[in-house]
């Protein structure tokens, strides 16, 4: 395993982060927001950085014999293992509700988003938002959180828009159950996956840069 | 032999400058680098770790400039300090055993001496050690890395007298071995023991960098310690 993922398992990484994928669960939970199962997620990797920065994790890394890049990869790589986990876990539930629970009658008077490829897209687009806004946000000090709550506002308003786009009049298939449109719904979970790699791609090459000029 | 050199760093900040900062370390030679608090002893050691950036100068490792080779120039040199704790939740052994994947000459049986002349557990957690095993725990690691170069900041800042002479004499010994040590402390009674050069730092300039014994003759006056000398200094540069 890569030392620099490993460091990020073994020494800066709260055990919350791993805890907190167990809001994956929220999937099943029925007339709930799910996709604030995928907030719920990045809020333990959060934790890992608050862990990360009482340990005087960022500077022991730079001290390494690594390149200062090397330490911003590290974190994105913990942050994107623990997304991606989260990611199949939600996959495995959002199969559930589709196939053995999709006659269920509790799922089909839903106000709210179902859980469909739709939805699983749009936690990719959660967990990009997650890397963008605070991951870039917090490299440009390496020690302020203020870039987390920027990223709840930005957050809860997708989550918010995500979970009403149904209701807008033509958009009614986005909500689909089961099997139902699954041509478009595979081109929204396209769609939320081709989103977070750009998303986080270009918050890894930003926060490089700018974790290359601050002083430590 | 210069094996590390800083030649004219500068540095400003809002309320302090390093200015045109320049010594070097010599092989197998331990360095008081001494300087009252917010002389600028820290800043000068961060740059030489590259954790502050210089706005000019250079910074020289083993002859190669620290810009450009500094994952190589890492691999030999170790840092320690007394005022900041890494993982204080961690047990030694964790960060031991995540550390060494990082150093391509580490001596595993180096770390189990080490760990064993220093009394270590490594069930332990930083946070269960005394001010002293924490500098100790840290010199565990860059010594099992084979470091030639130790940078140590304030090391023996907030240590009973004990303590510090028990460091004191792990210096002397790692010096006797050719590792070369720069020691920065603003406690220059321990440089009386066991520092073979001063290098003094006052308002981000360095007012002087030569051997421990001309020092105390070009500053001293009769009989004064390192202490007293550094102690006149200073208040005469405020007067």
């Known amino acids: 395993m890569n030392a620099m993922l490993r460091k990020e398992m073994c020494l800066s990484a709260s055990v919350l982060s791993y805890i907190f994928l167990a809001a994956a669960v929220m999937t099943l939970i029925p007339g709930y927001p799910v996709l604030c199962g995928a907030f719920f997620i990045t809020l333990g990797i959060f934790h890992s950085f608050q862990s990360a920065r009482e340990a005087n994790d960022i500077v022991y890394s730079a001290l390494l014999p690594v390149a200062k890049s090397d330490v911003v990869k590290g974190k994105f790589m913990f942050s994107v293992m623990i997304e991606l986990a989260g990611f199949l876990l939600m996959t495995v539930f959002t199969l559930i509700r589709m196939t053995v629970l999709s006659g269920s009658e509790v799922y089909h008077k839903n106000a709210l988003m179902n859980a469909n490829p739709f939805f699983l897209g749009m936690t990719l687009v959660i967990f990009g938002l997650f890397n963008m806004v605070f991951i870039g946000g917090f490299f440009k000090t390496a020690y302020k959180f203020s870039p987390f709550v920027t990223y709840i506002i930005v957050a809860f308003l997708t989550i918010g828009v995500a979970e009403a786009f149904h209701h807008i009049p033509g958009c009614a298939d986005v909500n689909a159950f089961g099997f139902d449109h699954i041509g478009l719904q595979a081109a929204l979970l396209c769609g939320g996956a081709v989103m977070f790699t750009i998303l986080t791609f270009l918050s890894y090459k930003k926060s490089c840069r700018t974790f290359e000029k601050i002083d430590l | 032999m210069k094996i590390a050199e800083l030649k004219n760093v500068c540095k400003t900040y809002p309320a302090f400058k390093l200015n045109n900062v320049s010594f070097s370390l010599e092989s197998g030679k331990i360095t ?208």
């Not at chain 2, 030489?48 to 500094?70: A, Q, R, W």
């Not at chain 2, 940078?151 to 004499?169: A, K, V, W």
Request: aromatic content about 8%.
């Open chain 2, 32 to 239: 008081g680098f001494i300087g009252r608090n917010g002389a600028g002893k820290t800043t000068v050691i961060k740059s030489m770790l590259n954790l502050v950036h210089t706005d000019s100068g250079e910074i020289c490792y083993f002859g190669k400039p620290l810009s450009g080779n500094e994952t190589e120039i890492k691999q030999r040199i170790g840092y320690s300090t007394g005022t900041v704790s890494w993982y204080p939740r961690k047990t030694i052994r964790q960060i031991i055993d995540t550390a060494k994947r990082f150093y391509k000459n580490w001596d595993e049986d180096a770390c189990r001496k080490y760990m064993q002349l220093f009394a270590l557990d490594e069930n332990k957690k930083p946070m269960e050690l005394s001010e002293g095993m924490k500098v100790k725990c840290n010199l565990l690691i860059a010594l099992s890395h084979g470091a030639e170069v130790l940078i140590l900041d304030e090391p023996t800042s907030g240590l009973d007298p004990f303590s510090r002479d028990e460091l004191m004499e792990l210096f002397t010994t790692l010096k006797e071995n050719g590792v070369t040590i720069l020691f920065s402390t603003h406690i220059t009674s321990d440089l009386e023991r066991c520092a073979d050069n001063i290098v003094y730092i006052s308002h981000g300039e360095i007012k002087a960098e030569c051997a421990k014994t001309d020092f105390i003759k070009n500053f001293g006056k009769e009989d004064e310690t390192l202490e007293e000398i550094f102690l006149r200094l200073e208040r005469k540069m405020r007067s």
